[in-house]
């Protein structure tokens, strides 16, 4: 198959890439080696989009932190996903923290964040009164927020694919080679001949760096454990609450998160296995131990799940983002924390190098904004009763928990880049993300996809080939 463009990655960096890419008059195609977009370090991490501040001066981390921050107000109203701009505290527990803490107030300064100012022990109480005893001063950065990755990641790609852009699932590339006007990529399933490739394979960047480049780089996977709350506990902080970073990064934090809940996270581990993302006792216990130090009472009791993901750590500590010694070829690699808040602006800037190459221009016809799915738990009695009216099945309750109904759930199936696992139905409408975490709502869910997909229901998987939850009984 011939494509100008290859992505590889369907991540928050590939998919911001593939709807900023959609904007020009290419032939774009994203290859992704799971079952859906955001499968990887994308649905797994802590929801921040950090200030700024903490990235050191002139790094390319810095630079795409700050610009992709400024960016994500007005991209969440352009294509309707959860943000809350909420602000966020670096506390420090001792005077002997007080020269880290005014260096990261001249790093923000120096990064162009606005509003960054050091408060006392009892102004950060005044603000959340959460806060332990021990707090001496804080970073206050107003400028943090949060945002839903699974929202974002999902909304980008749903632009993208509106304007044009092909997405291929269970496709892991297998080969790269660069050779006359272009490459031949290779996956289990084909070829694609194209122009240019982007690079956006999060933990595997390097695997597929390293297929056509001669400087070759090397990524580690570095494993971040969470607990998420119950909602009924997700107000004891209303800031995102840091403490001040250590050798592998900003440490735990403590935050809620835009629907609501309170999260915990994450630890740092680094480990050679590229799909570890169990949680361990000890992961978890140093996570719930670390998150003590920041506020007076951490709600054991009301944890409803744990999880663990990867991010991408390269050796030189920074991103990579550009075109590398190979033309035509260009990474977003080594994209670790701050790479969701950096996101938008990494796809800006890729995407305009890489029409710049191949001489594209921008379409007259892109359809900048997107709508996303109904939400009927959070829709007024006049919102509900018009969906109702319009569709009986947004009466029709499947997720008790969350309250998200049958009409969502088709919905999350029927759209551009739809759903077709229990994972992506999860992502798309939280069905499944409450309290009871699935134990009731699966089984309505399992027979809604088999329905709509026109398939088996022992073909219905919860993220892919592999994680099947029905198998046919053949008798005795």
Partial sequence: MKREVVIIGAGVVGSSIARELSRYNVDVCVLEKASDVCEGTSKANSGIVHAGFDAEPGTLKARFNVAGSRKMEALSRELDFSYKRNGSLVLCFSKDGYPQLEELKKRGESNGVEGVTILTGDEVRKMEPAISDEVVAALYAPTGAIVCPFGLTIAMAENAAVNGTEFRFNEPVTGIKAGGDGFVVTTDKGTYECKAVINAAGVYADAIHNMVCADKIHITARKGE???????????????????????????????????????????????????????????????????KSIKTVPYRSVITSFAGLRAHEDGGDFIVGESSVKGFYDAAGIESPGLSAAPAIGEFLAGEVAGYLGAIEKSDFKATRKGIPNVALASKEERDRLIKENPLYANVICRCELVTEGEIVDAIKRPVGATTLDGVKRRTRAGMGRCQAGFCSPKTLEILARELGTDITKITKHGEGSEFLSEHKGL
Avoid: M, R, W
């Avoid at 119950?230 to 809620?256: A, E, H, M, N, R």
């Fill in 226 to 292: 969470y607990c998420l709350y119950d909602k009924k506990v997700g107000g004891t902080v209303s800031s995102t609450i840091f403490q001040l970073p250590g050798t592998y990064g900003k440490g735990v934090l403590v935050t809620p998160t835009v629907h609501g809940n309170l999260l915990l996270g994450p630890t740092a581990t680094d480990t050679p296995d590229k799909e570890e993302v169990n949680t361990t006792k000890v992961g978890l216990d140093t996570l719930q131990a670390t998150a003590a």
